[in-house]
Each structure stands twice: as C-alpha cells, then as structure tokens.
Nanobody
Framework: VQLQASGGGRVQAGGSLRLSCAAS????????MRWYRQAPGKQRDLVAA???????HYADSVKGRFTISRDNAKSAVYLQMSSLKPEDTAVYYC?????????????????WGQGTLVTVSS
C-alpha cells in the first residue's frame, strides 16, 4: 500500500489549507487513518485520527480549527485546516493502519505517506 499526500503550501496566519492523502496498491483494507506533523527539531506528533467508522480524535492544539474526514470509496483521508497559526508550520504526514492481501491472508501494514510541507507566516 502506498500513501500519497498533497495539498501543502504557504499561507498567512488565519488562512486555510486542505491536505489530501490517497492510498493505492493491490488488494488492501484501510482501517484507522491519521495525520501527524513534525516541526523542525521536534518529534512527530499526532494531529488527528479517524476510524473506518468515522470516529475522530484531535490533538488539543488543533481542536476547533482542523477537521479530519475520509472517503472510504477512494481510500482517502483529508485534513481541513483553518485559522492557521505559525506554530502549525510543519511537515504533515498521513498514516494508515492497512491490511494487505498476501498469498492467502491479510497482513497488517503500518503505511506512511511522504509528507507535505505546510508553512504559516505571521
């Protein structure tokens, strides 16, 4: 399973961006999908998560500003980011708990996208 993220860019504080991430590959199942971010010199932190059933979880720092959603038919996850702040500047990574059909069974796979840079200027 490959994850391809897109939608990053530069925006002024208070602006909005929408990140997208789509999974592709041979026979697979996508369960929970997540967005992480990593600012320069800092650890990678969870931003938001969404289960296959649509239950969501957000980091306290983004609650009320970011919205995670998914399209199961497209095996895609989105992150709508609003009221962006300079401290939101980071590389954003999508992540998925996947199951890939190999041989006669499904194997679990922790899949990661390549990251997309979001820069928020003050």
């Amino acid at each position: 399973v490959q994850l391809q993220a897109s939608g990053g860019g530069r925006v002024q504080a208070g602006g909005s961006l929408r990140l997208s991430c789509a999974a592709s590959g041979n026979t697979f199942v996508i369960n929970t999908m997540r967005w992480y971010r990593q600012a320069p010199g800092k650890q990678r932190d969870l931003v938001a998560a969404i289960s296959s059933g649509g239950s969501t979880h957000y980091a306290d720092s983004v609650k009320g500003r970011f919205t995670i959603s998914r399209d199961n038919a497209k095996s895609a996850v989105y992150l709508q980011m609003s009221s962006l702040k300079p401290e939101d500047t980071a590389v954003y990574y999508c992540n998925a708990d996947a199951e890939v059909f190999v041989g006669l069974k499904y194997d679990a796979l922790d899949a990661w996208g390549q990251g997309t840079l979001v820069t928020v200027s003050s």
